[in-house]
């Protein structure tokens, strides 16, 4: 029933940006915690950014400074700011949400990825 939708991956030069979007649809009640993930060819996926339905934000050490996560509850879309990339960003980023569908029942749910490629 629940559905993450990711978009904005593409290729950009070293320095540059992108914006990440997660898009949830389906029969939701609310999103809980929200993070981002990567997984770059030949390593394991890692957490990049979390975010709570309060706002409280977390980074992996590589991204602080650099990446923003955000969210928008109205519109059940998540997004991942990513500045001054470099090409250690090169990976697909997931987005990841903790979707509860009623009062009683939470479950989690992954987006299909989008690719981001840092690369002269």
């Known amino acids: 029933q629940v559905q993450l939708v990711e978009s904005g991956g593409g290729l950009v030069q070293p320095g540059g940006s992108l914006r990440l979007s997660c898009a949830a649809s389906?029969?939701?009640?609310?999103?809980?915690?929200v993070g981002w993930y990567r997984q770059a060819p030949g390593k394991q996926r890692e957490l990049v950014a979390a975010i709570t339905l309060g706002g409280s934000t977390n980074y992996a050490d590589s991204v602080k400074d650099r990446f923003t996560i955000s969210r928008d509850n109205a519109k059940k879309t998540m997004y991942l700011q990513m500045n001054s990339l470099k090409p250690e960003d090169t990976a697909v980023y997931y987005c990841?949400?903790?979707?509860?569908?009623?009062?009683?029942?939470?479950?989690?749910?992954w987006g299909q990825g989008t690719q981001v490629t840092v690369s002269s």
């Open positions: 389906g029969s939701i009640f609310s999103i809980d915690a």
């Open positions: 990841n949400a903790d979707v509860r569908v009623n009062l009683f029942f939470r479950s989690a749910y």
